[in-house]
């Protein structure tokens, strides 16, 4: 007796069902059971998978709300620098103080944290109101940065071949609003958390860019 004619739940093939509930050929039968098997072991491996980013979600959500405007404000000023970092090393520019080219400086011996730093033209410490400017922030050897005058031009000091060098690349206008003076800036925790945010998509759509 068969009762109807239907399609293969595991080859698609059309078979005649010989009993209620058929939906495999009886040779099907033992591969279907194991497909089925392995479809739920998939499926409960991305559900836990999910789980575990909802729980990591979770855990840096409770961790970003425990943390103070200080160390929010510290996170800002980093995701800025790595910025402007990489957007000047994008554009192939090199040190803004030796003005040493990128395979200059690449050429020498490897240092802890790379070969480069956002050097600030104003120092964040003594000048907290451009902390969050980038144009603040230009992309400098670890040598320049760490106030070494080794390449520095005869009677400058790095940060008058800063100063000169920035005017000279992007104009004296600049170098004017950047020596001042400013408003002191003062930025919630929300802004703080937005900048901070921004900075890092910013980073991150250049490195694909980049890849």
């Known amino acids: ?41 998939r499926k409960a491996e991305k559900q836990a998978r999910m789980a575990a980013r909802v729980e990591r979600a979770e855990t840096r ?22 910025f402007r970092r990489l957007e000047e090393l994008v554009k192939g520019r090199g040190c803004i ?8 400086v690449e050429s020498g011996p ?15 410490g003594a000048y907290p109101e451009l902390a969050l400017e980038p144009l603040n922030i230009w992309l400098q050897c670890k040598s320049c940065n760490a106030g070494s005058g080794k390449y520095a031009r005869k009677g400058y000091t790095v940060a008058a071949n800063f100063e000169a060098n920035l ?22 925790m929300d802004q703080l958390i937005a900048i901070r945010n921004e900075y890092r998509a910013k980073t991150n759509r250049l490195k694909k860019e980049r890849a």
């Open 167 to 188: 005017a000279e690349i992007e104009g004296q206008e600049l170098v004017d609003w950047l020596n001042g003076p400013h408003d002191q800036k003062h930025y919630d």
């Open 110 to 124: 490897w240092r802890p944290g790379g070969y480069w730093d956002g050097g600030h033209f104003k120092s964040k």
């Open 61 to 82: 959500r409770r961790k970003g709300a425990l943390k103070t405007r200080n160390e929010v404000l510290a996170e800002a000023k980093v995701a800025i620098q790595a």
């Open 97 to 104: 103080s030796c003005k040493r080219s990128r395979e200059e």
């Open 1 to 41: 007796m068969t009762f109807s004619r239907t399609r293969c739940a595991h080859c698609r093939q059309k078979f005649e069902s010989k009993r209620p509930g058929q939906i495999v050929h009886e040779e099907c039968a033992a591969d279907y059971v194991i497909a089925q098997r392995e479809k739920e072991e």
